[in-house]
Structures are given as C-alpha cells and as structure tokens.
C-alpha cells in the first residue's frame, strides 16, 4: 500500500480541457511537493507547499495543500501538448524528515 | 550547468553479476539519494547519505551498498544482480532533508536476465 495515493494513474485528454489530479494520504505532511517527469529524464520540481490550505499558481497550473495537510490536488487550466508527463507528488511526514512518492498520474494530452 | 549526473545510462546484466552505477552533483550538496522507479510504485528510497562519508537505509535496501567517499558522489552497487532488480535507479541530491527540492539525475535503466 503506497502511503501516498495518487489518482487518476492515467488520464488522457484533449488539448484545450482542464483537468484536476489528487494526491491522498492517511497520514499528516509538514510539506508536500509536486514534480513532473518526462519520459527519459529524471522528475522536475514543481512546487512546494507547507501550509494547510495553501494554493499556490504556476501559470496555468495550480496546486492546492488541504487544510488537514493530508492531501493535494494539482489543477491545469487550457492543457497543452507540453504538459503531457508524469506527474509525482511527495510528501514529508511530520515525524520524520523522509520524503515518499506517490506512483503518480500519466497525463497526455492530444493536439 | 550538470546538476546532477548518472553514469551509464543504460546496463544489461545478468543474474549473479555485480555493478556500480556512478552519480556525481555539483551543487555542493550535502543530501544524496538512491531511488529505484517502477510501474506503479513510485520511487521508493534504496539509501541515502547526510554528508561525505556516511550513508544510510531507505526503504528497499536489500541487496544493494552505497559509498560516499567524496562529498560529490554517490556510487550505488549491486553485488549479486538478481532479475527482481531490474529498474530505473534515479539518483537525487539536496541541501537539507524534508522540504527541501530534491534535484535528480536523468536515471540508469538497468535490466538483469
């Protein structure tokens, strides 16, 4: 059992529509990031979020920590060809300074 | 700029075999880590190192060893190739622990017959 649940593991979608992947967990995070891996290269950090509730934009994409900080969601606006990739998210426990993965969201999307 | 980089890319081995797989960073930092990708499991955490000369377990440590003999590298071994090792290994570095951006290598995709 993956103590981060990523969800969905596979969503292919039209350029141009939004989408929302979620990121869940049982335990509590003191941080929680989000990378993006393309096929042959190692994962790209996103963004970082620490605080319960937090929402944070990176141009078409926005990142949401929820306020019990055991869970996150990643929202893309008018999805582009450029986005298509993997998509992790990690997160720090608060009893340890370990950082887990989730398997993450194959994401592609079509011209 | 090279960050961080992973030598070879690519390995076939066969079963009883043993390898090093090389990483090497020039960020100065003090994290290092060994991961192991695979279908839908994530990356899970073989070992890591706090600095140069110390080295500790992760999640999945069996079967492999690691030395952080210069501050700037990581070697990861197999000493015995089994077939359930068959993986892509990322190696990441860091500043700090926790919260801290992790910063990756471009993967080894190793196979074991």
């Known amino acids: 059992t993956q103590l981060l649940e990523q969800s969905p593991q596979f969503l292919s979608i039209q350029e141009g529509e939004n989408l929302t992947v979620y990121c869940n967990s049982s335990?509590?995070?003191?941080?929680l990031q989000w990378y993006r891996q393309e096929p042959g290269e190692g994962p790209v950090l996103l963004v970082t979020?620490?605080?319960?509730?937090e929402v944070k934009k990176l141009k078409r994409l926005t990142f949401q920590f929820g306020d019990a900080r055991k869970d996150s969601s990643l929202h893309i606006t008018a999805a582009q060809p450029g986005d298509t990739g993997l998509y992790l998210c990690?997160?720090?426990?608060?009893?340890?300074?370990?950082?887990?993965f989730g398997a993450g969201t194959r994401l592609t999307v079509k011209p | 700029n090279a960050g961080v980089t992973q030598t070879p890319k690519f390995r076939v081995l066969k079963t009883g075999q043993s390898m090093t797989l090389l990483c090497a960073q020039d960020?100065?930092?003090?994290?290092m880590y060994w991961y192991r990708q695979d279908p839908g499991m994530g990356l899970r955490l073989i070992h890591y190192?706090?600095?140069?000369?110390?080295?500790a377990k992760g999640e999945v440590p069996d079967g492999y060893n690691v030395s952080r003999l210069k501050k700037q590298n990581f070697l990861l071994g197999l000493e015995s190739a089994a077939p359930s090792q068959t993986s892509v290994y990322f190696c990441?570095?860091?500043?700090?622990?926790?919260?801290?951006?992790?910063?990756f290598g471009d993967g080894t995709r190793l196979s074991i017959l």
């Open positions: 190192s706090v600095g140069e000369g110390t080295t």
């Open positions: 979020v620490v605080t319960g509730g």
């Open positions: 335990s509590v995070f003191s941080s």
């Open positions: 990441a570095s860091s500043r700090f622990r926790g919260w801290e951006p992790q910063h």
């Open positions: 990690a997160g720090a426990e608060d009893n340890n300074n370990d950082m887990r």
């Open positions: 960020m100065n930092h003090e994290y």
